[in-house]
Nanobody, 121 residues
């Protein structure tokens, strides 16, 4: 079982990135899956999640700028990030559990390697 995040990099403020999370060993459509980030010296933050019924959730810090999407045939999760800010700099991880409430609580059945997003001018 593996969750592998990719797509991070260096971007200027106001720019965009698309993160991908490829799952192997289990089917994403049977789980809620989301993106969690951790910046240096800060607590982990669940920024976005999509439930099994495709209801989506966003933290206030990213609402209106980030969009989560799940491609079940590809078994891949995406995070489209627009209007990036300096404070979006963090390592972004994907995580899966029975529902988004558990992911927001920091409970993960599956948790993958992260990808670093650096927003800097």
């Amino acid at each position: 079982v593996q969750l592998q995040a990719s797509g991070g990099g260096l971007v200027q403020p106001g720019g965009s990135l698309r993160l991908s999370c490829a799952a192997s060993g289990f089917a994403l459509n049977y789980y809620a899956i989301g993106w969690v980030r951790q910046a240096p010296g800060k607590e982990r933050e669940a920024v976005s999640c999509v439930n099994i019924d495709d209801n989506t959730h966003y933290s206030d810090s990213v609402k209106g700028r980030f969009t989560i999407a799940r491609d079940n045939p590809k078994n891949t999760l995406y995070l489209h990030m627009n209007s990036l800010k300096l404070e979006d700099t963090a390592v972004y991880y994907c995580a899966a559990d029975i529902n988004c409430t558990e992911i927001r609580r920091g409970h993960y059945t599956y948790w993958g390697q992260g990808t670093l997003v650096t927003v800097s001018s």
